[in-house]
């Protein structure tokens, strides 16, 4: 078994084909649900894919698997994508990518620790990652090995930010659209912000704006209750979801943070409200995922529409100011990685050393059995231990021996392999039982 990272992000795909892979929650659980229902045609209809957990994120849906066939789990993998949105964007390789092994694992553990984000050292990420791997839990479909990765990967987030200054400082993507809009308007204070959104990143966007002072804070979101909750939290007001062609008629820099799965502000709409304002300019800084706005509205003129991707040099120069911190990350994020490859490769060797105790074992028993009639009763017991204690002396050194093996070089997974082949053995492999029981809720 292997671990198979596959997705895309913004490091692969712009935001118009990360939008077409966008999971919702539902979505979400109803791809772990088919991926762990996948099988095989091997002669135990083996299953391709053993567990999964999924990230998504406002900058990437990424899919981490346990696998036995890499390749083959990709393409099924991309099937059952195809099915749930049903589009062709995860066809266009360009804009996927797929790692496996230690790769795969050092890929997520830089994510958890804000190394592979947006904006260097964001610590909304690590709040997701925890969440993914929950819902897998919940799920069913993430058993021990995929458990112990994102549980490292979450203890190398907290260790990134308990030892480095990687997050200190307002470094958020809620951040950087403050900036973008200072940079178009200079004074926000004398601004109507209007926030469509009253999730986790409007929230962001809002505590932000609040704290330039803005002539006016409005909230606008689908649930009349979460909108008023945030607008007393910052001494703004709120509108609910009908009146928004209203409230972008008024508002100066609008923040657009929602997780609805189409653009909820058209092209038309927005020329029509243009047309109200008298050609006033509006800022419109799209950070949500799949996008709020459509495209073809920041062609209309006096409309500055700006999404993820236009905060480009926002993130270079948080770079800049963090990259002194970025090594020290880079050494926690190799600590454990180690760590966790050490304890896969102990779970790799230790179902082989069970496998040659109990052949060595059986055979002392079934000797024993056969030698016992020639001995009497008071030598029985002597022989017995004997027997023990000569098997365990001669499975001392080669179990040395085996745990020592360094799976990750040729010549480690090619000794273990010989010692399978010449001890006849078939060890289980308790990474996928224990996933199994796990799935059964009793994991």
Not at 342 to 370: C, G, K, M, N
Not at 375 to 401: I, K, N
């Amino acid at each position: 078994m292997e671990l198979l990272v596959f997705g895309t992000n913004h490091r692969v795909a712009p935001a118009a084909a990360r939008d077409r892979l966008a999971l919702s929650g539902e979505e979400t659980r109803k791809l772990l649900g088919t991926l762990v229902d996948m099988h095989g045609d091997g002669a135990h209809g083996d299953r391709l894919i053993r567990e999964s957990v999924v990230l998504s994120t406002c900058t990437r849906t990424e899919i981490f698997a346990w696998t036995r066939e890499p390749a083959r789990a990709i393409e099924l993998v991309r099937h059952k994508l195809r099915d749930i949105k049903e589009n062709d964007a995860v066809s266009t390789e360009r804009h996927t990518f797929s790692l496996s092994g230690r790769e795969g694992a050092h890929h997520l553990f830089r994510v958890a620790a804000g190394l592979d984000s947006l904006m260097i050292g964001e610590p909304q990420v690590l709040g997701q990652v925890r969440p993914a791997y929950a819902l897998g839990a919940e799920e069913g479909t993430c058993g021990p090995p995929l458990t112990r990765l994102f549980q490292s990967a979450v203890r190398t987030g907290k260790r990134a930010r308990a030892e480095t200054d990687i997050g200190k400082g307002s470094a958020s993507v809620a951040f950087a659209a403050v900036r973008l809009a200072t940079n178009i308007l200079s004074d926000l204070s004398e601004q109507a912000v209007l926030v469509v959104g009253a999730g986790r990143t409007g929230a962001q966007a809002a505590r932000n704006f609040a704290a330039q002072k803005p002539r006016s804070l409005t909230i606008v979101n689908r649930t009349a209750g979460h909108a008023r909750a945030l607008a007393d939290e910052f001494g703004g007001a709120a509108r609910p979801f009908g009146e928004l062609h209203a409230a972008l008629g008024t508002a100066n820099v609008v923040v657009t943070a929602t997780s609805a799965p189409n653009p909820v502000i058209t092209a038309a709409t927005l020329c029509a409200i243009m047309r109200e304002r008298g050609g006033r300019p509006l800022v419109i800084i799209d950070i949500a995922n799949p996008r709020d706005v459509e495209s073809g509205a920041g062609r209309i003129p006096n409309v500055f529409l700006r999404d993820l991707d236009s905060l480009g040099d926002i993130v270079q120069e948080n770079l800049i100011r963090r990259s002194k911190q970025i090594p020290h990350v880079e050494r926690i994020v190799e600590e454990e990685l180690q760590n966790f490859v050490d304890w896969f490769e102990t779970l790799q060797v230790v179902p082989v050393l069970r496998s040659l105790r109990e052949s060595f074992y059986r055979i002392a028993e079934e000797e024993v059995r056969r030698h016992l009639p020639g001995f009497d009763e008071s030598s029985r017991d002597r022989l017995e231990r004997y027997t023990r204690s000569l098997v365990a002396r001669l499975l001392h050194q080669p179990t040395c021996h085996l745990r020592e093996l360094d799976l990750e070089t040729s010549e480690g997974v090619s000794s273990l392999a010989a010692v399978k082949e010449i001890f006849q053995l078939t060890p289980d492999e308790p990474a996928e039982s224990n996933g199994d029981r796990a799935r059964n809720g009793a994991g």
